[in-house]
């Protein structure tokens, strides 16, 4: 089955700078590529999403890259804000079946 | 905005007791999934509806966890006998149909054994 692994675990950043976290994959099957913010206590929320069709994609301050040669795709936040503090999960799945999640980033924006 | 809905909230129980988590999907979505969430990990699937039917519970301890979705709409999950590992947030997702990816989630039901 699919493995996604997330690095890093945490990481801290100053407001106004960039954030990247990075995610690989082992099943080449895998076709759908979502990343998801979670407050604390609260549901996780999709916050953008790529399909192996496209290698880029940008939604304001936050894109998403993908390498499916190399299996890995990354999340990229410019100007983070002290708002953007969170648990960012990145996942993988194969046409929306068996999504399995990284183990999560701890993202901490220091004003 | 419609949401996925999930009762109870929070969930205190001893071990050896049944328990039942119930999830009320977005309207129309037709695809319904259990996760299990334990803390400082990311979500782990436990088992995916496509209307009434199962379509993946490979990762769902059927010995002792059962879920059921039987007019296709809301779904329940239970454990019986909960077990001190069980302790948890447990996620409900939704999404349209199988080709439609997003999932959307609830609030989640957070478990604690004792």
């Known amino acids: 089955g699919e493995n996604v692994e997330q690095h890093p675990s945490t990481l801290s950043v100053q407001e106004g700078d960039s954030a990247v976290i990075k995610c690989t994959y082992s099943d080449s099957a895998s076709n759908y590529f979502p990343w998801y913010k979670q407050e604390l206590g609260k549901r996780p929320q999709l916050i953008i999403d790529i399909r192996s069709n496209v290698g880029e994609k940008k939604d304001q301050r936050i894109a998403v890259t993908l390498n499916k040669t190399a299996k890995h795709f990354s999340l990229h936040i410019t100007e983070t804000q002290p708002e953007d503090s969170a648990v960012y999960f990145c996942a993988a799945s194969s046409n929306n079946n068996d999504m399995r999640f990284g183990a999560g980033t701890r993202l901490t924006v220091k004003p | 905005e419609a949401e996925v809905a999930q009762s109870p909230r929070y969930k205190i129980t001893e071990k050896s007791q049944a328990v039942a988590f119930w999830c009320d999907p977005i309207?129309?979505?037709?695809?319904l999934y259990w996760y299990r969430q334990i803390l400082g990990q990311g979500p782990e699937l436990l088992v995916q509806?496509?209307?009434?039917?199962?379509?993946?519970d490979s990762q769902l301890p059927k010995d002792r966890f059962s879920a059921e979705r039987l007019k296709g709409v809301d779904s329940t999950l239970k454990i019986q006998p909960a077990e001190l590992g069980d302790s948890a947030m447990y996620l409900c997702?939704?999404?349209?149909?199988?080709?439609?990816?997003?999932?959307?989630f609830g609030p989640g039901t957070r478990l604690t054994v004792l």
């Open positions: 509806f496509q209307d009434e039917s199962v379509v993946d």
């Open positions: 309207s129309g979505h037709a695809t």
């Open positions: 997702a939704s999404s349209p149909d199988p080709g439609v990816d997003t999932q959307y």
